[in-house]
């Protein structure tokens, strides 16, 4: 069951949590939002240590006791994961930059226009859960967690996460790998700072859309990426985002600089079961996050086999999407440590 997304309001003006209540009511009857209210920045981190799970802080800036702007220092702290938004007079330009210096999401000005509160909210509440997604797939990719604030890192090492990754399982899912063609025979021409930054370039716009389909980027290999999908419609997201990914390194232009590289990907996708869990040397302290199985292994050697802009999935993953996407066969391939080859099939789109 989806959490309702709360709401906390710091403010000493008593009346804005009637107007809120009343401007909200229908909201809050469907439960698209939860309030909380507190009358200053002192009771607000009283109430996120009671109740850690609060998404947004809308804060006034004039309060007793502790104003928003202190508020704001002690929330990037405390809690890095809250989103602010500043409430402050029209005009009041000093304080709204200082606001938004300190790591405030938007502002909002009084007397306040609830239909613009409400689109701001909806628009803040949405960034929130693309950073709690995105840090959900960076928890299990450990080669990203330099490009985190500190303050997120202590957070995501806390016992509320590391709980959730010491056991192993075995899990339902779809692995697939994503592979540039002719990546490799370019970094033995090309200067290796341009090689480096071309590769992380495509990296980056592959990753955006896994992510965007709910996957998780399981390792980096070489020039290549391994991601799995797990949930509801898992199969169904990783063609998907198979397909997305496709679309947008085939939009690339060709680089003439580096002998005309136009970029393409290898995709193989699937479907099945996968042991997962940290695997590694203890000895070394290094444990990764990763599934392992027949599963990975297929998808892998399906990859190898596909060609430019070629998607290659198996009989039994055709058999689970034929009705939601245009895919052909696409013949039969030897797979090592199978005694039969297995049939293939191409998604087209």
């Known amino acids: 069951m989806t959490a309702i997304p709360k709401i906390l309001v710091v403010d000493d003006e008593t009346d804005l949590e009637v107007l809120i209540k009343q401007k909200f009511r229908k909201q809050i009857r469907k439960k698209e939002f939860e309030f909380l209210f507190a009358f200053n920045g002192v009771e607000a981190l009283a109430k996120i240590k009671e109740v850690p799970d609060i998404d947004v ?29 500043i409430v402050s007079a029209y005009g009041d330009m000093d304080n709204i930059r200082t606001a938004m210096n300190r790591g405030a999401f938007d502002f909002i000005t009084k007397p306040i226009n609830f239909d613009d509160l409400s689109i701001t909210m909806k628009k803040t509440l949405e960034h929130v859960k693309h950073v709690k997604e995105t840090l959900q797939a960076i928890k299990e990719n450990n080669i990203l967690k330099m490009y985190v604030d500190e303050n997120v890192l202590n957070f995501m090492d806390s016992k509320e996460y590391e709980s959730n990754i010491t056991a192993s399982e075995t899990i339902e899912g779809t692995v697939a790998f994503f592979d540039i ?7 033995e021409k ?21 992510i965007a389909h709910d996957g998780f980027i399981d390792k980096f290999i070489g020039d290549a990426i391994m991601a799995v999908f797990r949930g509801e419609y898992h199969i169904d997201r990783a063609v998907e985002a198979a397909l997305g990914v496709r679309n947008e390194m085939n939009s690339l232009p060709a680089i003439e600089d580096l002998h005309g590289f136009k970029p393409s990907v290898s995709i193989g996708i699937k479907s099945g079961e996968m042991v997962s869990g940290n695997i590694g040397s203890a000895s070394l302290k290094r444990l990764d996050y990763t599934v392992i199985g027949d599963t990975v292994n297929t998808a892998a050697r399906l990859q190898d086999a596909a060609a430019n802009n070629q998607i290659l999935i198996t009989e039994g993953c055709y058999g689970m999407i034929k009705e939601s996407f245009s895919c052909q066969a696409a013949g039969e391939i030897k797979v090592k440590n199978k005694s039969n080859p297995l049939v293939v099939y191409e998604v087209l789109e």
């Open 57 to 85: 802080v809308l804060s006034d800036i004039n309060m007793p006791e502790m104003d928003g702007l202190t508020l704001l220092g002690e929330l990037h702290i405390q809690a890095p994961l809250i989103k602010s938004v």
């Open 181 to 187: 063609c002719g990546f490799t025979s370019l970094s």
């Open 190 to 210: 090309a200067n290796p700072d341009e090689v480096v930054k071309l590769l992380n370039n495509y990296f980056d716009i592959m990753v955006k859309e896994i």
